[in-house]
């Protein structure tokens, strides 16, 4: 009974004119993000025309294609940038924005840490599979130390980018990371997020087998699943471990969830306020 209710919810938010199946690899944990996002946003009980979901260029940048709300499929690095026009032309939007790792923190990394510092109201998923899936397996700005990749098949020589700590020193409001593997934590994350009146990243954990996974010989797409199961640990019992035993761990959990801080658009709407006061 429960997967019919889950395969109900998501036709009612997918594009049946496009082709199925999609253009991700099988097994590819973007689908699983997709996922969860519907659930989530059915699960709030929101109108489809009242939410846009904005993407920039990759694997995960093809997911606007595939659901029924407003969208917008836009340049390398710049969804974010797109994203932050229309929330200010429709604040009363929910506006989701999807991104791999490389379109966040790569050419759009200052877009990333300055949407986060003027804490707009967007939420932003970032789909972390530390590589570029979609060109051919590049390294990106979270391809783990020492993992061979494409553009350094002798091992990569710089540290990667810690996605969630970096929106969260940044100023974001709220801050989560998940894995695909632990799904239903992931749904109520960006349910959080989505409520979230303030820039809210959910950092979504995934693998690319093709490429990453493939070129490291960590297995097939169900093994490199398991490894997100293993090598991952809550936000509390991080808490208990010494830093040499979280190398190499994936920590989850809510990173930050500030109350006192007034989304952008709001002050935006003083300053107008204000200006015409003066004027007037």
């Not at 099988?26 to 699960?43: E, H, P, T």
Request: aromatic share 6%; proline share 3%.
């Amino acid at each position: 009974m429960k997967q019919q209710r889950e395969s109900r919810v998501h036709e009612r938010y997918l594009r049946h004119s496009k082709k199925f199946p999609n253009v991700w690899c099988a097994g590819c944990g973007i689908g699983i993000v997709l996922g969860a996002i519907i659930r989530a946003v059915d699960a709030l009980q929101l109108d489809k025309n009242d939410v846009a979901m904005i993407s920039g260029i990759g694997c995960t940048g093809r997911m606007p294609v595939y659901v029924d709300f407003n969208t917008m499929h836009t340049t390398h690095g710049r969804a974010l940038a797109f994203a932050t026009g229309l929330k200010m032309v429709r604040p009363d939007m929910k506006i989701i924005v999807v991104m791999g790792d490389g379109d966040a923190l790569a050419i759009g990394g200052n877009h990333f840490i300055h949407a986060a510092r003027r804490n707009i109201g967007l939420t932003a998923i970032v789909v972390n599979n530390a590589t570029y899936g979609m060109t051919g397996g590049q390294y990106s700005p979270t391809t783990p130390l020492g993992a061979r990749a494409a553009t350094a098949p002798y091992g990569h020589i710089e540290h990667p980018f810690p996605i969630a700590e970096l929106a969260v020193t940044a100023g974001a409001s709220y801050v989560a990371r998940s894995t695909v593997y632990h799904v239903i934590e992931l749904e109520k994350f960006i349910a959080q997020a989505i409520q979230k009146d303030g820039f809210a990243l959910v950092e979504a954990v995934s693998y690319c087998h093709t490429t990453l996974g493939r070129i490291n010989r960590w297995g097939r797409a169900p093994d490199m699943m398991r490894r997100l199961k293993e090598q991952s640990v809550t936000v509390r019992q991080a808490e208990k471990m010494s830093a040499n035993d979280l190398k190499g761990k994936i920590v989850r959990g809510v990173l930050t969830d500030r109350q006192d801080m007034i989304e952008y658009t709001k002050l935006y709407d003083q300053i107008i306020e204000r200006a015409q006061e003066e004027v007037g």
